[in-house]
């Protein structure tokens, strides 16, 4: 059962465009989301995150909404650099400080 | 600061061995957690530990022992070595808890571990 779900395996943006990246869970008792990108032989890093009382957190060019209501949170990138090219990893944390991550979305930005 | 440290970065091992997978943090950090992610998957728990002598299983257990002597160091234990357990395995460490609420805590990750069981 997959508490956690990124449908989209990958997405390809162009240069200085939008990038927006998906993410649905379903366990309601999760409070806290995160966002982490991953590049080749690499672990994964810290990007940004959101707690269950807010509905929007920007860092710099990387902004995280949340909808309760729909289990269903959001990453947009803009403007969309090369070096965002990596992938991207929702996660998610509830009672007992365990992360529950997503399958991953490759995104891929394009010169 | 070195951050969260693993060896070997890559490992071959024959059905049945046994090995140690070695990760040290010098954060100072309370939260220790091993993961594996397989091809096209996310990332899954293996075990965690809150602190020093402290363990518990994660979704993945199975096959698989940690020990918490120290605060920097969460050692991951396989003992019989089975195809399935190829993967790559990352070692994360965090000051707090990241559930109630969230403070902008995060967990640190390792490089990772490749491991390839023939």
């Known amino acids: 059962d997959q508490q956690v779900k990124q449908n989209s395996p990958s997405l390809s943006v162009q240069e200085g465009r939008i990038s927006i990246l998906n993410c649905d869970y379903t366990?309601?008792?999760?409070?806290?989301f995160l966002w982490y990108k991953k590049y080749p032989a690499e672990g994964p890093t810290f990007l940004i995150s959101?707690?269950?009382?807010?509905d929007k957190n920007e860092d710099g060019r990387f902004t995280v909404f949340l909808n309760k209501s729909a289990k269903h949170l959001s990453l947009h990138i803009v403007p969309s650099q090369p070096g965002d090219s990596a992938v991207y990893f929702c996660?998610?944390?509830?009672?007992?400080?365990?992360?529950?991550f997503g399958a991953g979305t490759i995104l891929r930005v394009k010169s | 600061n070195a951050g969260v440290t693993q060896t070997p970065k890559f490992r071959i091992l024959k059905i049945g061995q046994s090995m140690t997978l070695q990760c040290a943090q010098d954060?100072?950090?309370?939260?220790m957690y091993w993961y594996r992610q397989d091809p096209g998957m996310g990332l899954k728990l293996i075990y965690y530990?809150?602190?020093?002598?402290?363990?518990d299983k994660g979704e993945v257990p199975n096959g698989y022992n940690v020990s918490r002597s120290t605060t920097e160091d969460f050692p991951l234990r396989l003992e019989l070595a089975a195809p399935s357990q190829t993967s790559v395995y990352f070692c994360?460490?965090?000051?707090?808890?990241?559930?109630?609420?969230?403070?902008?805590?995060?967990?640190?990750f390792g490089p990772g571990t490749r491991l390839l069981v023939l």
């Open positions: 954060m100072n950090h309370n939260y």
């Open positions: 996660a998610a944390a509830g009672y007992g400080n365990k992360l529950v």
């Open positions: 366990n309601s008792m999760f409070d806290y």
């Open positions: 959101i707690s269950s009382i807010k």
């Open positions: 530990s809150v602190g020093a002598g402290i363990t």
């Open positions: 994360a460490s965090s000051y707090r808890r990241l559930a109630g609420g969230g403070r902008g805590e995060t967990q640190y």
